[in-house]
């Protein structure tokens, strides 16, 4: 190895190492690699502007900039309420077919957000039992197209930047409708694993809250009995800290001391009840700002409050909101409010104020479950023309009329046109991280290829796999991407798993297709982990479910999605 390909292999190790660590933001990650490698030359800087403005990186940030419009359509929120029957088999059957359809077409991001929480309020059925359902279903879905998930599109992007014609819209049906079949029918049958949380809807009264005695208050000096702590019906005293130590459980004679900080569970529209306590307050209470609508946020993974606490993240500054509940999965969390470190999967009640939706910075922390984020404004008529002029573009790029670049460029033009989103909404919710992330995932394939460190570990592995021809290759890439894709993301597994596999391919003298679908359907293949695809991350704890209950949930199908997907590509798509 000359010194550039030690240098590109040290960056690249790197690279790996910290997504895998994920203390960073994996946007960070990937652009001061690509810099890195830019800086040491390997990299022109023609090369470096054409990753850029890839045409299928552009293509993706368009989709996503129109599903902002497909977001305020009012009847996927319809549909929502129409999804559950008392028969519980049949309601899993109608969410994941229903699910899965959308999936294929819009934002199974957007999907999962509009639909989770009527389907979490559905009063016949426990949420718990429903919820990761619907984050597999929208994952089985959105491998049946091109636009069906991000993923398709980042390794579509890819082959466009290796040359090639890329993918036809339908490419992705057939095996995609075998494994969402497949995934479905596993996930209907194992059904009986899903966790059973009869109280796990997204109710306040999971959330953890604070309140804090006020130098002059009344209650100093009386016990929690004395002070009626023990009869506030909806909220639960369950620690009190004081002088950095917690007591817990509270007795009833415990006396209230200066400075107590009160830790309550329960319901936190009660919290009005503490302010009618004389000498206690809480934070939403003395900002001015619980008088606002509550808005339920989850923490996404490696958002840039991840790994501070709740009072050192600002979050009256950075978003014009208090915190006024926080929880975790089902674990039961103590000690302070505000010294809670936030971590990804956490979800937050917070008291906004009427600043909160124009915050550029709320997406690139938080997935909005209910709120302000997500508005259905939209008349039936809109709606309908809106779905019809995003069916006529998809149909139209299916049938190679026009570029689906273009359509999607002439369609938000339009919805731009008629108010259906703003410039302001359009620069908020731009998929920064994303196209930095992609870019600079392409930067690293080429200074891969260029320093011929691809050509030599794809001689590598071709020598050592030889005897077993590419049916055991294709088997080792599928696998290594979905092992990558449940340790880091879908996205980031794609950009690392493609340049191996394309250059792979062309060592066994054989088609790329069949690699490259493996890489595709290895980076969407995210079952047993809430953090490796954002829609379960978005469903953990409105299910109250803990890591123990994807391995569960999700090994079953991930193992019936992997058979399928390693039987059906090399028939498909032969070598």
């Known amino acids: ?77 319809k549909i929502s309420r129409r999804l559950v029957s008392p028969n519980y088999s049949l309601t899993l059957l109608k969410i994941g077919g229903v699910t899965a359809f959308l999936s294929a077409f819009l934002n199974n991001t957007a999907v999962v957000a509009v639909l989770a929480n009527g389907i979490a309020r559905n009063g016949q059925h426990a949420a718990s039992r429903l919820l990761i359902p619907l984050s597999y279903a929208a994952i089985l879905g959105g491998t049946t197209t091109l636009i069906g998930t991000s993923t398709n599109l980042v390794v579509n992007s890819f082959l466009l ?61 009386r016990s929690v009995t004395d002070n009626k702590l023990r009869e506030l019906e909806s909220l639960f005293l369950v620690e009190i800290l004081r002088s950095g130590k917690l007591i817990t459980p509270v007795p009833p004679y415990e006396i209230i001391e200066r400075d107590d900080v009160l830790i309550f569970s329960g319901d936190v529209k009660e919290l009005g009840r503490l302010e009618g306590l004389e ?32 009072k050192h993240a600002g979050f009256r500054a950075m978003f014009d909101a208090a915190v006024v509940g926080a929880r975790r999965g089902g674990d039961r969390l103590s000690g302070k409010l505000g010294s809670i470190r936030l971590k990804a999967g956490d979800s937050l009640l917070l008291a906004v104020g009427p600043d909160f939706s124009t915050r550029k910075n709320i997406s690139k922390n938080f997935a909005v479950l209910n709120g302000v984020e997500i508005e259905r404004s939209l008349s039936d008529k809109q709606s309908a023309a809106l779905m019809g002029a995003f069916a006529a573009v998809i149909i139209l790029a299916a049938l190679q009329l026009i570029p689906l670049f273009k359509g999607l460029a002439l369609l938000l033009a339009a919805i731009m046109a008629f108010g259906v989103v703003t410039g302001e909404e359009l620069k908020r919710r731009f998929p920064y991280a994303l196209w930095v992330i992609i870019a600079s995932a392409l930067v690293m394939a080429s200074a891969l290829d260029n320093s011929g460190l691809v050509d030599m570990l794809a001689s590598s592995l071709h020598t050592n796999l030889a005897q077993w021809g590419p049916s055991v290759a294709l088997v080792g890439v599928f696998l290594a991407t979905l092992l990558m894709t449940e340790l880091m993301t879908n996205n980031a597994a ?33 079952f047993m982990t809430p953090y490796g695809y954002t829609t379960n991350l978005m469903v953990q704890n409105m299910g109250g479910y ?17 058979i399928t997907v390693l039987f059906a590509i090399p028939v498909i798509f032969p070598f």
């Open 546 to 562: 803990h890591f123990g209950d994807y391995v569960r949930t999700g090994l079953p199908v991930a193992v019936a999605y992997s």
């Open 279 to 310: 000498g206690i307050e809480t934070f939403a209470t003395t900002s001015g700002l619980l008088s606002s609508n509550l808005t339920e946020v989850v923490v996404l993974p490696n958002a840039p409050v991840v790994g501070r606490t709740i």
């Open 494 to 526: 794609a950009a690392l798993a493609f340049p191996i596999a394309y250059t792979l391919a062309g060592s066994f003298d054989v088609s790329w297709m069949p690699f490259v679908m493996a890489v595709a359907y290895g980076a969407s293949a995210s």
């Open 1 to 77: 190895m000359d010194t550039i390909q030690i240098a590109v292999a040290f960056i690249f190790l790197v690279m790996i190492v910290n997504l895998a660590w994920a203390r960073w933001r994996p946007s960070w990650i990937f652009g001061f690699s690509a810099l890195a490698c830019y800086s040491i030359g390997v990299i022109s800087t023609d090369e470096l502007l054409s990753k850029i403005v890839n045409p299928g990186l552009a293509t993706l940030i368009l989709l996503l900039l129109v599903s902002v419009g497909l977001e305020k359509i009012d009847w996927l929120t």
């Open 161 to 221: 930047d290796a040359g090639e014609s890329g993918f036809a819209f339908f490419d992705f049906l057939t095996i995609g409708v075998l494994v969402t079949v497949a995934g479905l029918t596993v996930l209907l049958l194992s059904s009986r694993m899903l966790p059973v949380h009869e109280d796990r809807a997204p109710k306040v009264d999971e959330y953890f809250l604070e309140a804090r005695i006020n130098e002059d208050s009344e209650m100093i000096g």
